[in-house]
């Protein structure tokens, strides 16, 4: 006997035809020009949806479901519907930029639905993730370890309300915000959605969340970023910003297309991780002071060098902000602008006319008494800038080279004479970022035997022995288990290790044979300049770090 399932045959029937609508709509989409949109892949912005009333939009079987800045996007039915262009019509009036989608009825019908929701959102600017000051500090109350962040998350995603994903993403970036990360990494993985805030330069496992909820806060974070939603195979970038108590914070996006699905990394552009004054970024006190007279004086260059993350930016933005006056002109060539600086002129490259070496030029015709360079990168950029040097202006810029000698030998393979050096470049500076002790849970302990004998080994050259603390059989580290003031991670904050070989007649002799950057760092030996690994053992010794954190990120084994 055959038994038919009436029920499972309907809903069988019912996919069939929904799916059949989807591709007729998309198929339909080239015939008339526009791009195609599926609302149920797509989270519906609801301040997108509050620009047209749910009776005309329904009456145009149209529904607006995205907006950035002054650009909406409308999904319609039929695109050459009248009632849909006099919508476009209105819309552009207002002064938006409209871009149509052709979508089916069962994705209007979705984006209808979220008029329900609309007393639950609050209205922002678009663009903008607005967090009021009531909901941040009730969730910055919350928030004591990662733990809270992942809890506080997890109860969002099992929320049944489309406002839902409004409300993860509050969280996660409210909680970025209080544990003070500095980006937010989405990394899609077999069965579920890996999310990790990068901490005090450290990447840190938050929780784990379900494909269907990543998908939806993709969709939702392309639109405030600006990014075309139904591109998956290229990477794209993106800006928007987070609102709080008036203070605007940016957030670059980045996107890539990954195994299992889009992987995003949010980078927060807080303007007070750039603030960093001069006096605090961890210059020991007789290298700050010659910097700072280098920084004064009317022209040469002056370098610093170190990896991508190790913190040149802050150091060159803390340099201009040091010597920034209404009687001097500072222009920056930058790629790309991530913080805004008053008082300075900032542009930004691109790819095709922009580029750092057409930009130095186009800048020196402006007068400026100061500029600074992002990076050298080739040749042409690295004559520019030395020619500017020389020729009565004080530049700024980064090298990637593993320490302060190896600048020269650097700038010398890019074709720059060894004599233009000596006259041109005035300081070369290395540095690298390592996390700072959190000051309520650090714990002094004894150094053992071969810890004792690392430290000792490597402070025996050090030329400068008031410098170093008295004891140095005494090292601090971190509580394992931290405690509430620094999230449970026994660090809190960053500080910079440093090093630096200043231009003098020693440097300049040994420049004329073309060195290697052991032989330009022995000239420099008599400046009494600790090593970045040298200034890294003090910062240990005085309780700043640890140790095991300048492991990390300096390799010890190299010099003993």
Known sequence: MVVFNDAEQEKRVDFLR?????????????????????????????DALRLLKEEEARAAEAAVFGQVGKKVSLAARAPENPAVKQLVAKLTEQGYTVTVFMCSQASLARAYQRYADLSYATQTKAGVFELSNEELEELLNKVTSLADIGKLIQEAVELKRAYRITRILEVILAGGLATGASDVHFEPEDVAVRLRYRLDGVLTDVLTFDHETYKLMLSRLKLLSGLKLNVEGDAQDGRFSIKIKGDEIELRTSVLPGNYAETVVLRILNPKAIGVPLEELGLEQKLRERIEKEIQKPNGMILTTGPTGSGKTTTLYAFMRKINSPQSKIITIEDPIEYHLQGIVQTQVDKKNYTFANGLRSALRQDPDIIMVGEIRDAEVAETAINAALTGHLVFSTLHTNDAAGSFPRLIDLGISEKVLSSSVNVALAQRLVRKLCAKCKAQRAATPDERALIDRILKDVVDHSLVPGDTATIWEAKPDGCEACHGRGYKGRIGIFEAVFMDRAVEEVLRSKPSEREVAEAAKPQAIPTMTQDGIIKILRGVTSLDELKRVVDLDALV
Request: aromatic letters at 6%; glycine letters at 4%; hydrophobic letters at 40%.
């Open 18 to 46: 929904r799916k059949e609508e989807e591709e007729l709509a998309q198929m339909l989409s080239h015939k008339y020009g526009v791009e195609y949109v599926d609302l149920s892949l797509v989270a519906v912005n609801v």
